[in-house]
């Protein structure tokens, strides 16, 4: 079984500061990890991904994860946060061994407000 | 990588009666599935959709309840019956790429209100 945890479900942020969303993992194999967007009133767009290649994983806009074995953790980081990265922010995992894609399981989303 | 449309992308819908969702991808893809995103919460997959054959429904999702339909690679409609207001949600199609490169693809999904 797999699963993941978003350990805020909402976080605020300055615009120009650090973007930090955090996001842990269990899954039975080596996981394939995403973190996807959502824009209110739109569908998901794909962040960034991890399928057991280099675990620093770069993504759109600036937005980059980690993936660590040891800590079971995934964690989205932004240097500088733009007023146009409000938005819902969802941690994945798939339960495919093989790299490709199968079903996803979601975390619960966290909800990210970035003030003036 | 693959677009998604879904129509209707939104609906108000009267309690009892059913609704058919169609989803059509801009190319052939492996797999195909349907979300549920509930008022405020994340997305819970009901089922995934095969080609030709019944679906494959999660738990706590039957197929009397949400009938779907993939009658080739490009195309699926997920069907929600007898609704009740229990059932507004998003519904939420999804698909690889035409090369299964791990990530999914989502439409912009169908907003669903039943009174």
């Known amino acids: 079984a797999q699963s993941v945890t978003q350990l805020d479900s909402h976080v605020s942020v300055s615009e120009g500061t650090p973007v930090l969303l955090r996001c842990n993992y269990s899954s039975s194999y080596s996981p394939s990890l995403f973190w996807y967007v959502q824009h209110p009133n739109k569908g998901l767009q794909l962040l960034l991904k991890?399928?057991?290649?280099?675990?620093l994983v770069k993504g759109i806009n600036g937005f980059e994860a980690e993936f660590k074995k040891s800590e079971t953790s995934f964690h989205l980081t932004k240097p500088s946060a733009h007023m146009s990265d409000a938005a819902e922010y969802f941690c994945v995992v798939s339960d495919s061994k093989y790299g490709t894609a199968s079903k996803l399981t979601f975390g619960t989303g966290t909800r990210l407000q970035v003030t003036l | 990588s693959a677009v998604i449309s879904q129509k209707p992308s939104r609906d108000i819908c009267q309690r009892g009666t059913s609704l058919t969702i169609q989803c059509q991808v801009d190319?052939?893809?492996?797999?195909m599935f349907w979300y549920r995103q509930q008022p405020g919460q994340s997305l819970t997959l009901i089922a995934t959709?095969?080609?030709?054959?019944?679906?494959?429904?999660e738990s706590g999702f039957v197929i009397d309840k949400f009938p779907i339909s993939r009658p080739n690679l490009t195309f699926s409609t997920l069907t929600v019956s007898n609704m009740s207001p229990e059932d507004s949600s998003i519904y939420l199609c999804s698909a690889t790429g035409t090369f299964n490169t791990g990530e999914l693809f989502f439409g912009e999904g169908s907003r669903l209100t039943v009174l």
């Open positions: 190319s052939q893809v492996t797999m």
């Open positions: 959709a095969n080609q030709g054959s019944e679906a494959t429904y």
């Open positions: 991890y399928t057991s290649a280099a675990t």
